[in-house]
């Protein structure tokens, strides 16, 4: 697993010669260029957010996350993740179960059908809601007759996040399923296990870490999302403001280290789950499946 | 948990001794149709209703047009910027050994896992007149925030993973031995690299392209704060969307979001073709 000749980058080093490499000049160039690159464009943005809300010391720090709005912020926007992660979680295991363990008509079709929210603008990902259920559509009234509050509270933003992160479950298991094909359910039910002891004692182990990763994924976009919880939100203080819309009014109302120090929670929360979805990656990356990137 | 019997002749699928079928795929539609689909079509509905007459003045409003363009193309500016240096950082990620590198192949994925908003009050801090980079680019003429040049910055940050994370495995796959008979051939390094390489890279970097350029179209999150967001001039679509609810104008928001949507899946389209294209050709 760990032996590098495995890695044929390694092999590249160990026997590089000229005619398969660049010269040493162009190879600090390039990586000059790379690394300047990053730093400017990936590194600065983040130590920013931790100068700026630890600029006035760890007092003033302290302060702004222990502020009642921020509070509330921070349990509804666990709140959030909490319905929503589990919702797409379910959905995940059910399409990949589906779609990879069987053949079957529109199969291809589905898939794109699940990748559709990535390519639709977080906005507009709000917006559906608000025609759907706002005043002017044909759910609107309805709904106020009935007392049934979707828009501008909790239910709304839920349903908003639950748009945005829907694909993150079932993209990684689907080709990790793919890929582990049919033999070990096939096996199990053979020797008289029935479907839900096949499926928690055969298929959950051979995908729980593809499941995790995925997990993790969609946890980070749920709370972190913006655009599209913006929209549905109605942004009322201490009441439906998730920790990334406080960031906004917070810096809106020029208080900067109010939100660099919400903010900087969830650049923390950023860096956590690059960590574990970096050990995950090194150490189960045959059980995650060759599936990076998006 | 029962399984659907097989039928002969025309089947919906294949017979298979696995069970849950049904219930997987019944549920996965029910979920995908009651939140993603019944949403959308309720969109292009809403549209639809509009009329011709009203859609289109709506469409070749000024300020419209202005907003897509402007959304479009520092889309493309920032996928273009991301398209060169993201597929350096891929190279060097794969070809080259140094301390750390682990720790900054991590790193190529912040902007997935470091919300919007985060990243658009710490680009606009960084990017204004007082701020680090800011007040370097000042003495030079340029002004980045609360210009377009900033809404490209955002858009570089945001798209830069789509690239790497597209060209880096290509990159991993590489046949060392093509490299070698280009050399063996007389090629030197740079036409090895150029006409050899290259080639194969093409359609995993059109692919880092349009995903990066798709996503930067409708960003939102992150350009916001850092734009300035002056109509005519660094307004983009996605906000006039918003600004238009906010006026509880839900026909132009409407019209705005179908256009937009229209515009991407036109675009995807248009780069799935070239990809096949290039794929023939180069195999």
Redesign the interface.
């Known amino acids: 697993m760990a032996d590098p000749e495995l890695y044929p980058a390694d092999a590249y080093h160990e026997h590089a010669s000229l005619a398969v490499t660049e010269r040493p000049l162009a190879r600090a160039g390039l990586m000059f260029v790379a690394f300047a690159f990053l730093a400017i464009f990936l590194l600065l943005p983040l130590v920013v957010v931790f100068e700026q809300a630890f600029s006035r010391g760890i007092g003033a720090f302290l302060e702004a996350i222990n502020e009642h709005d921020t509070i509330a912020a921070i349990k509804l926007t666990l709140l959030v993740a909490v319905i929503s992660v589990p919702l797409n979680l379910v959905f995940g295991v059910a399409a990949a179960w589906a779609i990879a363990k069987f053949e079957f008509k529109g199969k291809a079709f589905l898939t794109t059908l699940i990748d559709l929210p990535f390519s639709v603008s977080p906005v507009i990902s709000g917006l559906v809601y608000v025609l759907l259920f706002g005043a002017s559509s044909l759910l609107g009234p309805w709904l106020k007759m009935h007392g049934i509050v979707i828009l501008f509270a909790v239910p709304g933003i839920v349903l908003a996040t639950v748009f945005v992160t829907f694909p993150f479950v079932a993209r990684e298991l689907i080709p990790l399923m793919q890929e582990q094909g049919t033999g070990d359910e096939e096996a199990a039910l053979s020797l008289g296990a029935n479907g839900w002891q096949t499926f928690w004692h055969v298929t959950l182990p051979n995908i729980k870490w593809g499941l995790l990763y995925g997990v993790l994924l969609c946890n980070a976009r749920a709370m972190g999302e913006f655009g599209a919880v913006s929209v549905v939100s109605g942004h009322i203080r201490g009441m439906t403001n998730t920790m990334p819309l406080h960031v906004e009014i917070l810096y809106n109302e020029y208080n900067a280290v109010g939100a660099f120090a919400v903010a900087s929670v969830l650049a923390g929360l950023a860096l956590v789950t690059l960590v574990l979805k970096t050990l995950l990656e090194l150490r189960y990356g045959a059980e995650i499946a060759a599936t990076r990137g998006h | 948990?029962t399984t659907a019997p097989a039928k002969a002749g025309w089947r919906?699928?294949?017979p298979?001794?696995?069970?849950?079928?049904g219930?997987?795929?019944g549920?996965?539609?029910a979920?995908?149709t009651l939140?993603?689909?019944?949403?959308?079509s309720?969109?292009v509905w809403?549209s639809a209703s509009l009329g011709w007459t009203d859609f289109w003045a709506i469409a070749t409003d000024r300020r419209t047009v202005k907003a897509l363009e402007i959304s479009f193309g520092t889309a493309f500016i920032a996928a273009a910027v991301n398209v060169v240096?993201g597929t350096?950082?891929a190279?060097?990620?794969?070809?080259?050994?140094?301390p750390g590198r682990?720790v900054?192949?991590?790193?190529?994925?912040?902007?997935?896992?470091?919300?919007?908003?985060?990243?658009g009050?710490?680009?606009t801090?960084?990017y204004s007149p007082k701020?680090?980079?800011g007040s370097l680019l000042a003495p030079l003429g340029i002004k980045v925030a609360y210009t377009p040049l900033g809404i490209v910055?955002a858009l570089?940050?945001i798209g830069?993973?789509?690239v790497?994370?597209?060209v880096?495995?290509i990159i991993?796959e590489i046949d060392?031995e093509v490299?070698?008979a280009a050399?063996?051939l007389g090629a030197n390094?740079f036409q090895?690299i150029f006409r050899v390489l290259f080639p194969g890279l093409a359609p995993a970097v059109i692919t880092g392209f349009a995903?990066a350029f798709?996503r930067g179209?409708?960003?939102?999150?992150s350009v916001i704060?850092i734009a300035g967001n002056l109509p005519y001039i660094s307004e983009i679509?996605?906000?006039l969307?918003?600004i238009r609810?906010e006026e509880y104008d839900?026909a132009a928001?409407?019209a705005i979001?179908t256009i937009?949507?229209a515009l991407?899946?036109l675009m995807?389209l248009i780069i799935n073709l070239i990809q096949s294209r290039t794929r023939k050709r180069y195999g």
Do not use: N
């Not at chain 2, 939140?35 to 959308?40: C, D, E, G, Q, S």
């Open positions: 948990m919906f699928r294949q298979s001794v696995i069970p849950g079928f219930l997987t795929l549920f996965s539609l979920y995908l939140i993603i689909l019944i949403p959308l309720g969109l809403r240096f350096i950082v190279w060097v990620l794969v070809r080259y050994r140094f682990r900054i192949d991590a790193m190529v994925d912040l902007p997935f896992a470091l919300p919007t908003a985060v990243a009050i710490a680009l801090t960084l701020g680090w980079m910055i570089i940050f830069l993973p789509f790497v994370r597209t880096q495995p991993e060392k490299e070698e050399a063996t390094r090895t995903l798709a179209v409708g960003e939102y999150g704060f679509a996605p906000l969307i918003v609810l839900y928001a409407t979001a937009m949507l991407s899946f995807l």
